[in-house]
């Protein structure tokens, strides 16, 4: 701990010596669980299930009590004649999906170093400072224009101090932060707007742009997997099938795929999204967790209005369920973010469905009147 609290001194020093504001003295300890009862590390391991089940049992009574019959994909008739696996099976096999995911998730957690904090204020002003130095371009480039910097932040300086000092190359002499102790000379500080800019960078671009390096490469992952599952008879056999065995989608049945799929497709493709994307654990986490909603979402077999998750994107529940369709079934392989890859492949579904759609539903609703009657 004293090696980190000499070195931001250190770094310190080197910047005042420059004429730029002194980084800040650091002390690093541990990050505080989330939750003071449980650790981060099972949190993170049981998040996204604990989600995928509430998620799945909400989607389930709509289901049961019918709530919401306008806006059905399917009919529960669908559900009962056109399925070729039973709600046992679909959630045996997701429980062991969840198991080998959260296996996975503890060994990967493990090649991570704990979680620290003290040194977020110290790297807000690193990206201060890189703020600072970009200024000093300013005078030179608006030279570029034909516009002399300097005159002009000469003209601005009463009435606009910190405008200003940017025209001037990030030059505010007005701005300090008390008087070196052995020196006596006044210490820099940074303007309040670069302080707010470094921390928008810090707390809300970097973990942005984070979260959507994961997203690209978990789509990416599951696109050219999805798609070559489909397109290799083997593969599509003796893995994909199994998923394939929901004509009609329901949200519990979202991970309901062979272990070597599950494994392939979902596990390792979060892994690496999250690797790649060299995220925090914390959000890592929350990256996790939004994925699995987005999963259990894209099989709810609803179109519904109010649900933000089916608005996001165009990759949606209505979208994904014409892959189950056997009409639909070598297009719309995207999952679960965006609809790009289809796009750019030309494997997007480009018919009409409505007409496809209501003579499955005449012919469930059929064999069900026959099975009745049979009764």
């Known amino acids: ?44 391991l049981i998040l996204p299930h ?24 399917h009919t529960p008739d669908e559900i009962a004649q056109r399925n070729l696996a039973s709600r046992y099976q679909v959630a045996r096999d997701v429980v062991l ?5 959260i296996a996975t998730s503890a060994l990967l957690s493990l090649t991570e170093p704990g979680q620290m904090t003290g040194m977020e204020d110290y790297d807000v002003a690193v990206w201060a400072t890189r703020i600072r130095l970009a200024q000093r371009a300013l005078p030179r480039l608006l030279g570029l224009l034909g516009l002399n910097a300097l005159a002009i932040s000469k003209s601005m300086a009463a009435s606009h101090p910190l405008i200003a000092g940017a025209l001037a190359g990030g030059h505010y002499p007005f701005l300090t932060a008390g008087f070196d102790g052995s020196s006596g000379n006044p210490v820099p500080a940074f303007a309040a707007w670069e302080l707010a800019v470094a921390k928008a960078i810090y707390w809300v671009f970097i973990p942005s742009f984070q979260m959507w390096i994961a997203v690209v490469v978990l789509d990416s992952w599951q696109y050219f997997w999805h798609r070559a599952m489909h397109l290799n008879k083997w ?18 049945g979202a991970l309901y795929n062979h272990p070597v799929e599950g494994f392939v ?18 959000l890592g986490m929350w990256f996790f967790v939004g994925s699995m909603m987005k999963t259990v979402d894209d ?21 994904h369920d014409i892959h189950h369709q056997s009409w ?48």
């Open 50 to 73: 604990i989600v995928y089940w509430a998620m799945s049992m909400f989607f389930h009574v709509i289901d049961v009590f019918d709530l919401f019959p306008q806006y059905r994909l």
């Open 328 to 375: 639909g079934i070598k297009t719309n392989f995207s999952q679960p973010f965006f609809t790009i890859w289809d796009k750019l492949l030309g494997t997007m579904w480009q018919g009409e469905t409505n007409l496809k759609y209501q003579r499955a539903r005449e012919a469930a609703a059929s064999k069900s009147a026959a099975a009745k009657k049979v009764q």
């Open 265 to 282: 497709l979902d596990t390792v493709g979060a892994g690496l999204a999250y690797k790649v994307s060299m995220m925090s654990p914390r």
């Open 299 to 319: 099989h709810c077999g609803y179109a519904l209005p109010f649900d933000p998750l089916q608005h996001i994107t165009s990759n949606n529940a209505a979208y």
């Open 235 to 252: 593969m599509y056999t003796k893995w994909h099938a199994r998923h394939h065995r929901l004509y009609v989608p329901y949200a519990y």
């Open 1 to 44: 701990m004293a090696n980190n609290t000499t070195s931001g001194f250190l770094a310190g020093n080197a910047t005042f010596a420059s004429d730029l504001p002194p980084l800040p003295a650091y002390t690093v300890k541990p990050m505080p669980d989330l939750l003071p009862f449980i650790s981060d590390f099972w949190l993170s």
């Open 97 to 101: 999906e969840q198991v080998i995911q």
